[in-house]
């Protein structure tokens, strides 16, 4: 799954066949074919967490199997100043600064600590070993903690007076102390994204309660820097 529909479409063409492709006049276009006789569906799901959650319950409910792997592709900003534009990054867990996922797994009735957004662990090793062996000499892969907002935009100018100290228009200033605080939080963050913590949430929530056996992962490439 990807953001945009330029992405399915780019996904098609690495495929070994495509049996069909199928637009809306909603912009969604869902590419069913194989590689390596493995059968694969890519569709897109539109931006941020709440058309996730939208769109990929369909594709879980429209699949005839309960095994299912979910592999999102897309762009993040970097927190980290040795990062370049291009390189990888592969979600470790989900620092969540949206509101959907709790909708989906809510504290209470279901955990009593706060729901955590975890990547399925042979999802991250799959997608290093890859990104590892098909990255460009200029490319870096990086494993680790990522970011989700639906609030992207001043999301990132928060992010932006966090990281540097440097106050930044619209965003409200607080203490040293907490700031202090905050930098902590933040250094354990590679980026910052939009979406897959509901992934997470959706796949605890159909194998927990569906019978599903799904895992998910999360394949992010720089495209700039915060």
Known sequence: TGGSANRIEKVAKYL???????????????????????????????????????????MIEACNSPKMTILRIGTCGAFRNYMEIGDFIITQDVDRAESTSDKIMPRKGLFRKRYEAIADELMMAKLLCNAQRNKETFQQAYVGKTRVTDDIYFDALRSKYILTGVPQKGIPEVSARKLKKLQKKYAKLLGVSMEFSVYCALRDKYNLFFDKKIEVGNLLAVSDVV
């Open 16 to 58: 070994d066949k495509v049996d069909e492709i199928i637009g809306s006049k909603r912009k969604h276009v869902t590419v069913h074919g194989s590689y390596k006789g493995v059968p694969i569906t890519a569709s897109n799901t539109g931006m941020g967490s709440a058309s996730v959650s939208a769109t990929v319950p369909e």
